[in-house]
């Protein structure tokens, strides 16, 4: 069964640092593409970040770019997502998903519970 668990959300100031990670299971991790969403509130779900299965190529939103890093550890089967210039807009829940398609959202796993991510003075 696929499983995502998403951690290192919480509270930060504007122009703060978090990193998150998501621990994924059920599947053969170093085969697939892993991505980053968010969802904020009234919004939809929006692409973040996505790194390929070899962990050589990355694509960000623009209104991230820059400022976000994603990587992945095939040993741990966890990606993670480093966020730095954090702004008030940037407050979402943070869910993490996989496919095989880099180009696609075609393929995406069951969604995981997330982490919640709050920038604010």
């Known amino acids: 069964q696929v499983q995502f668990v998403e951690s290192g959300g919480g509270l930060v100031q504007p122009g703060g640092s978090l990193t998150l990670s998501c621990a994924a299971s059920?599947?053969?991790?170093?085969?697939?593409?892993m991505r980053w969403y968010r969802q904020a509130p009234g919004k939809e779900r929006e692409l973040v970040a996505k790194?390929?299965?070899?962990?050589?190529?990355?694509d960000y939103a623009d209104s991230v770019k820059g400022r976000f890093v994603i990587s992945r550890n095939t040993l741990r089967s966890t990606v993670y997502l480093q966020m730095s210039s954090l702004k008030p807009e940037d407050t979402a829940v943070y869910y993490c998903?996989?496919?095989?398609?880099?180009?696609?959202?075609?393929?995406?796993?069951?969604w995981g519970q997330g982490t919640q991510v709050t920038v604010s003075s």
């Open positions: 059920g599947f053969t991790f170093s085969r697939f593409v």
């Open positions: 790194i390929n299965s070899a962990g050589g190529i990355a």
């Open positions: 998903n996989a496919n095989r398609d880099y180009y696609s959202d075609v393929g995406l796993q069951d």
